[in-house]
C-alpha cells in the first residue's frame, strides 16, 4: 500500500510540475539568411535582437533557430508546438524570404531552389503548419512575419500555371483561430526594407515596442506600424504593417506591467473629514475613459477625451491613437482595420452539417467563384481534423466551393495531406 501511495504521489508531482512549467510565455525566434541566390545580411542580428528583448521581458521559454533547411524548420516547430502545449503565451519570430502563391503563403528555408512554382509546396513550409505549433497557447498566439522582402525566386521561377499566380511579398491570411494575432512587416503584395542598419525597420521598432511592461500588444504593434512607416517615408514608398486576427477586450501584454509601491494601507491615510475628502487615484479616471473611447473609436471621442485629459500618459495614448485616424492612406496602400471597420461579408446558406468555411483570402487567377474559395489545405482541417485521415485514404467532398479532394502525404514531412479544388 505505502509503494502505491509513493507512486500516486510521485505521478502527481510529475503532473504539477508540468502544468507548471507549461503555464507560462513561450517564444521561437527563426533566422534564414544564408539562401544560395543571394543572403540576407540583417536576419541573424534580428534575431539576436529579438532574444535579448524576450529574455529581458522574463519569457520562460526562448527558442533561437537560424539558417535552417527545410527538415529543420519542420522539427524546430515539432519541438515548440510540444512547449508552447499549456503556454498562456506563444510567440513566434520569423525573418528571412516569404512567398505566396495562389494566395496561400510559404516560408523559404535556406535549402529551397523553387525552380518552378510546383516545387514551392514540396521545398517550402506552409504558414498554417507555422500557426499550428502555436495552438495550445490559451492567452495569445503570436507570429510575426518579417518575410516580404524583394524576393529573388521570383524572378528565377518558372511558372507551370496550375497552382495560381505567385504574388509580390505575402497575401492577406486571416488568424484561423481566436486570441490568435500575425503581424506582417507590410501590406498584402508589397515588399518589406532589409534594412542599412543593423536590423530591418520592422525588428528595430518591434524591439522599441513590443515588450514594453504592460503595454498592450495590438497598442505596441500599432506603435510599431507608425515607426515603421516614419522611417521609410522618405523612400517614397513607405512600408506599412499590418495585422490580422482576432483578441478579447482584455489586456494583453508580452511583459507584465512593472511593479509599483502597494497602495496605503488605511493607518497610513489621514481620517476624512469636512475638510479632508477621501484621497483618490486620479489615473483610474482617466484610466476608464480612455478605454470607453477606444471602444468608440472615432476622432470625435478622442477630441472629447482629450478635452477633458489633455495632459499625461493617457493623452499621450490618445493623441496617438486621434493621429492614425486622422492620416491619409500613404501611397495609395490600405490602411490596417480593426475587427469593427472591416466590412461583412454578405451571408451565404451553409448546409446544417457542414460547418462553416474559414475566413481567409486568396489570389486565384481562375472564376470569380474560384478566386474567392479558401484556402484548400485550411479547409480541409474544418471537414476532416487533422488525425481523422486513415493513412493511405483519400478524402473527397462536395461543399459549395466545388469538390474538395485530398490525398495523404507519402513524404511524411509538412502538411499531412495534399489538398486540392476541383470545379
Given at each position: 500500500?505505502?509503494r502505491?501511495?509513493?507512486a500516486?504521489?510521485?505521478?502527481?508531482?510529475?503532473?504539477?510540475s508540468g502544468?507548471?512549467?507549461a503555464?507560462?510565455r513561450v517564444?521561437?525566434?527563426?533566422g534564414?539568411g544564408a539562401?544560395?541566390?543571394?543572403?540576407?545580411?540583417?536576419?541573424?542580428r534580428d534575431v539576436?535582437a529579438m532574444?535579448?528583448?524576450f529574455?529581458?521581458?522574463?519569457?520562460?521559454?526562448?527558442?533561437?533557430?537560424?539558417?535552417?533547411?527545410r527538415h529543420?524548420l519542420?522539427?524546430?516547430?515539432?519541438?515548440f508546438?510540444a512547449?508552447?502545449?499549456?503556454?498562456e503565451?506563444?510567440?513566434?519570430?520569423?525573418s528571412?524570404?516569404?512567398?505566396e502563391l495562389?494566395?496561400?503563403?510559404y516560408?523559404v528555408?535556406t535549402?529551397a531552389?523553387?525552380?518552378?512554382d510546383?516545387d514551392?509546396k514540396y521545398?517550402?513550409?506552409?504558414l498554417?503548419?507555422?500557426?499550428?505549433?502555436?495552438?495550445?497557447?490559451?492567452?495569445?498566439?503570436?507570429?510575426?512575419l518579417?518575410?516580404c522582402?524583394d524576393n529573388p525566386?521570383?524572378?528565377?521561377?518558372?511558372?507551370?500555371?496550375?497552382?495560381?499566380?505567385?504574388?509580390r511579398?505575402?497575401?492577406?491570411?486571416?488568424?484561423?483561430l481566436?486570441?490568435?494575432l500575425?503581424?506582417?512587416?507590410?501590406?498584402?503584395?508589397?515588399?518589406?526594407?532589409?534594412?542599412t542598419?543593423a536590423?530591418?525597420?520592422f525588428t528595430?521598432?518591434?524591439?522599441?515596442?513590443?515588450?514594453?511592461?504592460?503595454?498592450d500588444v495590438r497598442?505596441?504593434?500599432?506603435?510599431?506600424?507608425?515607426d515603421?512607416?516614419a522611417?521609410?517615408?522618405?523612400?517614397?514608398?513607405p512600408?506599412?504593417?499590418?495585422?490580422?486576427g482576432s483578441?478579447?477586450?482584455?489586456l494583453?501584454?508580452?511583459a507584465?506591467a512593472t511593479?509599483?509601491a502597494?497602495?496605503?494601507t488605511?493607518?497610513?491615510?489621514?481620517?476624512?473629514?469636512?475638510?479632508r475628502?477621501?484621497?483618490?487615484?486620479p489615473e483610474?479616471?482617466?484610466r476608464?475613459?480612455f478605454?470607453?473611447?477606444?471602444?468608440?473609436?472615432?476622432?470625435?471621442?478622442w477630441?472629447?477625451?482629450?478635452?477633458?485629459?489633455?495632459?499625461g500618459f493617457y493623452?499621450?495614448l490618445a493623441r496617438?491613437?486621434?493621429a492614425?485616424?486622422?492620416?491619409?492612406?500613404?501611397a495609395?496602400s490600405?490602411?490596417?482595420?480593426?475587427?469593427?471597420?472591416?466590412?461583412?461579408?454578405?451571408?451565404?446558406p451553409?448546409?446544417?452539417t457542414r460547418?462553416?468555411?474559414?475566413?481567409?483570402?486568396?489570389?486565384?487567377t481562375g472564376?470569380?467563384?474560384?478566386?474567392s474559395?479558401?484556402?484548400?489545405?485550411s479547409?480541409?482541417?474544418?471537414?476532416?481534423p487533422p488525425f481523422?485521415?486513415?493513412?493511405?485514404?483519400?478524402l473527397s467532398?462536395q461543399t459549395?466551393y466545388?469538390?474538395?479532394?485530398?490525398?495523404p502525404?507519402p513524404?511524411?514531412?509538412?502538411?499531412?495531406?495534399?489538398?486540392?479544388w476541383?470545379d
Amino acid at each position: 500500500m505505502s509503494r502505491r501511495l509513493t507512486a500516486i504521489a510521485a505521478l502527481l508531482f510529475c503532473l504539477s510540475s508540468g502544468l507548471a512549467e507549461a503555464a507560462g510565455r513561450v517564444a521561437l525566434l527563426i533566422g534564414n539568411g544564408a539562401y544560395p541566390v543571394g543572403a540576407l545580411a540583417n536576419t541573424g542580428r534580428d534575431v539576436a535582437a529579438m532574444r535579448a528583448a524576450f529574455e529581458k521581458a522574463g519569457f520562460d521559454s526562448v527558442q533561437v533557430e537560424t539558417d535552417l533547411d527545410r527538415h529543420g524548420l519542420l522539427r524546430a516547430l515539432d519541438a515548440f508546438e510540444a512547449r508552447a502545449r499549456g503556454a498562456e503565451i506563444a510567440v513566434v519570430f520569423y525573418s528571412g524570404h516569404g512567398v505566396e502563391l495562389g494566395g496561400s503563403n510559404y516560408l523559404v528555408p535556406t535549402d529551397a531552389r523553387l525552380a518552378t512554382d510546383r516545387d514551392v509546396k514540396y521545398e517550402a513550409v506552409a504558414l498554417d503548419d507555422v500557426l499550428a505549433a502555436t495552438e495550445g497557447a490559451s492567452r495569445l498566439k503570436l507570429v510575426i512575419l518579417d518575410a516580404c522582402r524583394d524576393n529573388p525566386f521570383v524572378a528565377t521561377m518558372q511558372r507551370a500555371g496550375t497552382r495560381g499566380r505567385l504574388g509580390r511579398g505575402l497575401a492577406r491570411a486571416e488568424a484561423p483561430l481566436s486570441n490568435m494575432l500575425i503581424a506582417y512587416a507590410t501590406a498584402p503584395g508589397q515588399v518589406a526594407a532589409d534594412g542599412t542598419g543593423a536590423n530591418s525597420p520592422f525588428t528595430e521598432a518591434l524591439v522599441r515596442h513590443i515588450v514594453t511592461p504592460g503595454l498592450d500588444v495590438r497598442i505596441a504593434l500599432g506603435l510599431v506600424r507608425d515607426d515603421v512607416v516614419a522611417a521609410t517615408r522618405q523612400t517614397g514608398e513607405p512600408q506599412i504593417p499590418y495585422q490580422t486576427g482576432s483578441v478579447g477586450g482584455a489586456l494583453v501584454a508580452l511583459a507584465p506591467a512593472t511593479e509599483t509601491a502597494p497602495p496605503p494601507t488605511t493607518a497610513d491615510r489621514p481620517p476624512v473629514t469636512e475638510d479632508r475628502p477621501p484621497v483618490t487615484d486620479p489615473e483610474s479616471a482617466m484610466r476608464a475613459d480612455f478605454d470607453r473611447t477606444r471602444a468608440v473609436g472615432t476622432a470625435a471621442a478622442w477630441d472629447i477625451f482629450l478635452k477633458r485629459h489633455p495632459s499625461g500618459f493617457y493623452a499621450d495614448l490618445a493623441r496617438a491613437e486621434r493621429a492614425k485616424l486622422a492620416r491619409p492612406d500613404a501611397a495609395g496602400s490600405p490602411k490596417p482595420q480593426t475587427a469593427n471597420d472591416r466590412p461583412k461579408p454578405a451571408a451565404k446558406p451553409v448546409a446544417a452539417t457542414r460547418p462553416a468555411a474559414p475566413k481567409t483570402s486568396t489570389r486565384g487567377t481562375g472564376s470569380p467563384e474560384a478566386g474567392s474559395r479558401p484556402d484548400p489545405l485550411s479547409y480541409s482541417k474544418v471537414l476532416w481534423p487533422p488525425f481523422s485521415q486513415v493513412p493511405g485514404q483519400t478524402l473527397s467532398a462536395q461543399t459549395r466551393y466545388g469538390r474538395l479532394t485530398c490525398i495523404p502525404n507519402p513524404g511524411g514531412m509538412g502538411p499531412r495531406r495534399h489538398c486540392r479544388w476541383f470545379d
